[in-house]
């Protein structure tokens, strides 16, 4: 879209930023339609299009249109730019001697040789508003000049039709690019050039001789867009099916020349230059795209289900441990696997979290909820009733961290449970999720009895607490400490550029 900085278009009564412009109606209108047809005719024409305007004398750029289809001229927008006076700068000449057009040929922009024409935008009884500099690349402009009349006369008609606020509907197709075909078609339906982009794609439908000079009307194909630009004078876009073949047909049209304002001319630049009326189509070929597309959705699918079948046989095996577990007459052994299930069920929330969506990003508050619910379930029962709280921001982790932290999380609060209520009926747990400038912290607290005298966590053995430091360590880039208070808090620490916002 064209880049407009409304304070530097401000219309007489609107607004108390930038210079007023006193426009009426008719002329405000004007501007509008050339505003929305800058994109379209900057890809047509292969170059910048600065939009200038003087108020008390200073002469501002107040839109700047970049091309799509080759690189911009320019790193950056115009907009705000003001321009110094200059009598021989052709924005000048025009703004002050009322010229229907003015050219200057080889001025170095970035480095680049480049030829700026400037015209100007005209309203009926009131006159010259704004003039529009139409920035070109030589060679792009060279290029230009050799090729076929009908296409240059295709261009020339485009823009002064732009420039005139001919182009109804322009705002409403995207940008064209530099692999589009091009066709231009009379009023009659009859095809008068094809490059050879387009000459290519309609081969690959079956046409092999040149559809040039031939009916649009008489191709099997849809023209749709083709026939409604001609038949109601305004741009169109179309996506369609062709066999095996998906493209975006843009269609602009190109209106007689009878219609054509008188404070308007077309400037061709050459007398060497066609006049079509009718239509041009641009023809943009998204088959691959539209394959890819698929292809990943096939490939999304895929993995969704992988993860979900992956879930599935982690419950299945949660499963068979807790069959072993109420079979195993040692407590010790119950307890192992009653910790082996937790950690198992822990991975399958996550692959339970994959299985439902495309996106590799897993949300840890969500995570920690599921982990929560599986333990309130019974994934062990030591007689306790414990409430556990979870508070604070949220944020995503990768699915490999992701799991991680989950089996991080479970074995925390199972340690909580386990070891922090001894013999008391009920007890809480909070799961808070805060930031600091360079890490993400998960405290995980309690309120039982605290840390044994002389506890070490550099010399403890619990395998619980091993994994723990392994992961956040190896896995998670971060620090696990355990602080003693009123009860004990388990503070997980890792680098923030782990994390996504959720």
């Known amino acids: 879209m064209a880049q407009i900085q409304p304070s530097h278009l401000t219309r007489a009564g609107n607004g108390p930023d930038g210079p007023a412009i006193d426009l009426d109606p008719m002329a405000s209108q004007q501007l509008e339609s050339v505003f929305a047809a800058l994109p379209v005719i900057a890809d047509v024409c292969h170059a910048d ?162 559809i040039v000079g031939g009916q649009i009307s008489f191709l099997e194909t849809n023209e749709y867009s083709c026939f409604r630009s001609i038949e109601r004078s305004v741009c169109l876009e179309q996506r369609i099916q062709e066999l095996d073949q998906v493209w975006i047909k843009r269609a602009v049209p190109l209106l007689p020349s009878a219609h054509a304002p008188r404070h308007f001319p077309i400037w061709r630049g050459s007398d060497h230059v066609d006049d079509p009326e009718g239509a041009v189509l641009f023809i943009q070929d998204i088959t691959d795209e539209v394959r890819r597309e698929q292809e990943l959705k096939i490939k999304s699918a895929m993995i969704q289900e992988v993860h979900h079948r992956v879930k599935n046989n982690l419950q299945t095996l949660a499963f068979l441990l807790r069959m072993e577990a109420k079979r195993a007459t040692s407590e010790d052994a119950q307890n192992a696997l009653r910790q082996t299930i937790g950690r198992v069920l822990s991975i399958a929330v996550v692959h339970e979290f994959l299985s439902r969506g495309e996106m590799s990003d897993i949300s840890i508050r969500d995570v920690c909820s599921r982990i929560i619910s599986e333990t309130s379930g019974g994934m062990i029962d030591t007689g306790t009733q414990v409430e556990i709280r979870v508070d604070g921001e949220n944020f995503s982790l990768p699915a490999q961290q992701a799991t991680s932290c989950a089996l991080v999380m479970n074995e925390v609060i199972l340690n909580a449970i386990e070891h922090g209520f001894a013999a008391r009926a009920s007890g809480s747990i909070n799961v808070q999720f805060s930031a600091t400038d360079a890490s993400m912290v998960i405290d995980i607290s309690d309120d039982g009895v605290g840390l044994p005298a002389g506890f070490d966590l550099e010399r403890n053995s619990s395998l619980g607490l091993q994994i723990v430091r392994t992961l956040v360590q190896d896995d998670l880039h971060g620090r696990f400490q355990l602080l003693s208070g009123d009860g004990v808090t388990a503070r997980i620490s890792f680098p923030k550029e782990l994390c996504r916002p959720a």
């Open 49 to 210: 299009l600065l939009v200038y305007m003087t108020v008390e004398g200073i002469t501002t750029v107040v839109a700047h249109a970049r091309p799509n289809p080759v690189p911009s001229l320019y790193p950056g927008s115009l907009v705000g730019s003001v321009l110094p006076y200059s009598s021989s700068n052709p924005v000048h000449r025009v703004l002050a001697q009322r010229r229907d057009h003015a050219s200057l040929s080889g001025t170095l922009v970035w480095g680049a040789p480049t030829v700026q024409d400037v015209f100007p935008i005209s309203v009926p009884d009131t006159g010259m508003v704004a003039v529009v500099g139409v920035h070109t690349n030589l060679l792009e402009h060279e290029r230009l000049q050799r090729r076929d009349p009908l296409y240059r006369g295709m261009v020339a008609k485009v823009r002064s039709q732009g420039f005139a606020g001919q182009l109804v509907g322009a705002s409403s197709i995207g940008r064209l690019t530099e692999h589009d075909g091009v066709l231009i078609v009379d009023t009659q339906g009859i095809i008068l050039y094809t490059n050879s982009i387009a000459e290519n794609q309609y081969r690959r439908l079956g046409y092999v001789d040149t």
